[in-house]
T-cell receptor, first 115, second 115 residues
Framework: GAVVSQHPSWVICKSGTSVKIECRSL??????MFWYRQFPKQSLMLMAT?????????EQGVEKDKFLINHASLTLSTLTVTSAHPEDSSFYIC???????????FGPGTRLLVL | AQSVTQLDSHVSVSEGTPVLLRCNYS??????LFWYVQHPNKGLQLLLK??????LVKGINGFEAEFKKSETSFHLTKPSAHMSDAAEYFC?????????????FGSGTRLQVQP
């Protein structure tokens, strides 16, 4: 089946620094990718929709200047957490719709810890 | 707008006994419904999906779910629980009619399997 990878799998950074997370579709192209955030013992919440060749669409309450999304190619989307703070510590997961569009394929997630 | 309600945050069963994880949905259009499983420190795995074909959907690892439009439910069942089934389960909805392919996740149900 389709595979989505994320890098890094985990990252620890100091408060105030920026962190970039990559999401790649390994064996298929994705004009759209989705970024979710999952806090401990909570569900996944959609942050934004990444669109190849155009601006990302952010969900209400998500700061676009803080969470920069770039869909550089048909197989790569990046999420940059700028000026990270401890409250940004979370599990970030990306997904991409498969060929049939009904099924989403999820990356393994990136665990971010901001000290 | 679409939403998903998972009625139990935690379910505990004994190994070999049936599993029932309850899910109700709300959707403005014809929904696609999914169940995903998340094992600790692992990515999301699709268990099964309903996309307007047969209302009884069979998935992997012996799981199945029945779409009941009159009850707006999509409960997940398994005849006999196995220790390896212990995980977090998410009921997910996608509104096909809106053209929006992002998923809305339920709050999750943690399944515990006792030996």
């Amino acid at each position: 089946g389709a595979v989505v990878s994320q890098h890094p799998s985990w990252v620890i950074c100091k408060s105030g620094t920026s962190v970039k997370i990559e999401c790649r579709s390994l064996d298929f192209q994705a004009t759209t990718m989705f970024w979710y955030r999952q806090f401990p013992k909570q569900s996944l919440m959609l942050m934004a929709t990444s669109n190849e060749g155009s601006k990302a669409t952010y969900e209400q309450g998500v700061e676009k200047d803080k969470f920069l999304i770039n869909h550089a190619s048909l197989t790569l989307s990046t999420l940059t957490v700028t000026s990270a703070h401890p409250e940004d510590s979370s599990f970030y997961i990306c997904s991409a719709p498969g060929r049939g569009q009904e099924t989403q394929y999820f990356g393994p997630g990136t665990r971010l810890l901001v000290l | 707008a679409q939403s998903v309600t998972q009625l139990d945050s935690h379910v505990s069963v004994s190994e070999g006994t049936p599993v029932l994880l309850r899910c109700n949905y709300s959707s403005s259009y014809s929904p696609s419904l999914f169940w995903y499983v998340q094992h600790p420190n692992k990515g999301l795995q699709l268990l099964l999906k309903y996309t307007s074909a047969a209302t009884l959907v069979k998935g992997i690892n012996g799981f199945e779910a029945e779409f009941k439009k009159s009850e707006t439910s999509f409960h997940l069942t398994k005849p006999s629980a196995h220790m390896s089934d212990a995980a977090e389960y998410f009921c997910v909805v996608s509104d096909r009619g809106t053209g929006r392919r992002a998923l809305t996740f339920g709050s999750g149900t943690r399944l515990q399997v006792q030996p």
